[in-house]
């Protein structure tokens, strides 16, 4: 089997391109609905983080591709013909119906052959996930992605997740707000334009 070429085990783009096209076509043919999210989606908006895999929201799981172990919350770890792990997220826990309306809610990118959880939901998906990876995209997302409606995004945290999230993510983005104004103070050559 061709692997992809690791570098510290972060994928290329030219890997997770060929990851989703191969799934895409699969869902294509089986009529599976799915957005890209995860590394990949926050790459398409901006981020420059890094990846190991190609995550994407599905309504059900594609055959054709080798399994390599069920996701807990979810779904189902795989890997494509050239061996990029690729997870197909079902979410099956408390979580599910924000899952759900962010796939439904997935948007057309240009030049991206997939539909792509939007950066609103992305927030509330990485609020919930909580992890320190997550809080990083998250600080990207709230200072940065010109994409994110704070508003918007907020609703969805508040509709999905409840008014103690809500509040919760008031408090992340004054604290990467007051943590950005200290880092642009320190260095000015850092100031967002």
């Known amino acids: ?5 690791k570098r510290g085990g972060w994928l290329s783009v030219e890997d997770i391109g060929r990851s989703i096209d ?3 076509e699969l869902a294509r043919t089986q009529v599976i609905e799915l957005a890209l999210a995860g590394g990949a989606a926050m790459q398409i908006w901006g981020s420059d983080r890094f990846t190991k895999d190609v995550d ?11 399994e390599i172990q069920p996701i807990g919350f979810g779904g189902m ?16 826990d408390e979580l599910r119906t924000l899952y759900e309306y962010a796939l439904s809610h997935a ?11 939007s950066p609103n939901f992305l927030v509330a998906i990485k609020l919930a996930a909580h992890r320190d990876k997550d809080l990083l995209d998250l600080k990207y997302l709230l200072t ?13 945290v508040l509709d999905l997740l409840g008014i ?5 993510l008031d408090r992340y983005r004054e604290d990467f707000l007051v943590s950005l104004e200290r880092e642009e103070r320190k260095n000015p050559s850092r100031r967002r334009h």
Do not use: H, W
Request: with cysteine; charged share 30%; glycine share 4%.
């Open 1 to 5: 089997m061709k692997r992809y070429a």
């Open 22 to 24: 191969e799934v895409l």
């Open 56 to 66: 994407f929201l599905a309504n059900r799981v594609p055959d054709g591709l080798e």
């Open 77 to 92: 770890q795989l890997r494509a013909s050239n061996g990029v792990p690729v997870d197909i997220i079902v979410r099956n």
């Open 107 to 117: 948007v057309d990118v240009e030049d991206v052959p997939v539909r792509v959880v």
């Open 144 to 156: 940065e992605c010109q994409d994110v409606d704070y508003p918007v995004a907020r609703g969805i």
């Open 164 to 168: 103690f999230a809500a509040q919760e």
